[in-house]
């Protein structure tokens, strides 16, 4: 029995030294820069396309090129996520990520075009769950801390590409130019994926349940925070489909916002540049609520994003009704503060799975749904925009009273964060 004690007191010392030799900031970079190229793209593809004469059915599927793969890829590609280390992992779905890119320079032609964004969407699947996971693989990490800084790098990601995007666009009226830079910011990021991330040390909720009975005091002892933390995490209970119905609000809201606005705004004769610059107040708002979900205590997670989510349902037709460029941006500043909650929330309960159940699937799933919804809206919109550009707006206020009525009358009460 001292032996025992001895041989998990020394690995626990071992595991704690190792917890400060991971470099987190390579993580920040990759979820910073990847978004920057993401959300240029997104807003100039159905601006791109529809200045061009394309159907607004062509441009729904060209505006969901990514999502088309990224919706299973995720989980297809788990096993392999599992067999290589999260460095190679996300090497490969850079490097595949611009090779589809680097298409840009050659042709913009529809269909060239959506095979380059399927291909993209498939080989990230390896790429955004590796790098949430690498956050969880070791329990000693302070999650609080570096989901807060991970959230705040991909929003302010998101913003920079709209600022970036405006800037371009205002100097520059071709959208051209927006397919052109795209690609060097992958290449920028794959450079620091392959000199600068470090794999994480790899430490598990529990050493093994024989061991956790004997050493659940040494380890209060020697890591008490810690201890507490992983109790904490055990006393949290929810239903799987929680973060699910959250994610699934999140994406379907943003992504029939990014296809229909730039339409709708190009046709109501706004310059480009303005357009990205309410996309990015939009950005702005939710990257700070983003933050401040990760960091509130946990007692908020449940009925905080349920209020989200009815505010969301009450302002998104007015989208439809108004003509006011200012009065866009104050909606928006409105309605990104709702998904940052919301997103925000969803991650930290998607981490919380993957901490008690000592696996990465979770990740997975998330990203799957997102890249669900992010298939579904564009293409849904595209063919209701040809009825009225106003439908997709009025159809997704009324999926989210659904959705809030399954969370307030069926959810709600088998969730316990307190």
Sequence with gaps: MIQSVRYIKERIMEQSEKVGHWVFYPVILLAFLYPVNNSMLNLAIPLFFFRRGISTELIGLLSAGTTF??????????????????????????????????????????????????????????????LQSSISDNIYHDHK?????????????????????????FYYEDLTLIFLYAPLIIFISLIIAVFKFKEPNKILIVLSEEENASTMTLQKMKRPISYEKREQINLINFPKIFPVLLVIIFSLTRATINFVFPIRSDLLGFDTYTIYIALFFFALSQSICTYIASIFSTTHLKLLPQIMSVVLMILIPLLGITDEYYIFVIIFLVLGSCTGIIYGVSLR?????????????????LESFIGASFLIAPISSGFLANIDLNLPYYILSFLLLGINITLIGFINRKVNVD
């Design 145 to 169: 801390r570096m989901v807060a800084r991970y959230n705040i790098s991909w929003n302010v990601g998101v913003i920079s590409g709209f600022w970036v995007g405006a800037l371009l666009t």
């Design 69 to 130: 793969a990224y919706t299973i890829s995720p989980i297809l590609l788990n096993k392999l996520s599992k067999k290589l280390p999260r460095k190679t992992s996300i090497i490969v779905a850079l490097f595949g990520t611009l090779l589809a890119q680097v298409t840009f320079y050659f042709t913009l032609e529809p269909i060239p075009f959506l095979i380059a964004r399927f291909s993209e969407g498939f080989i990230m699947g390896l790429y955004w769950t590796n």
């Design 349 to 365: 309960l998607i981490l919380i799975l993957n901490m008690k159940n000592q696996t990465s699937i979770y990740s997975g799933v």
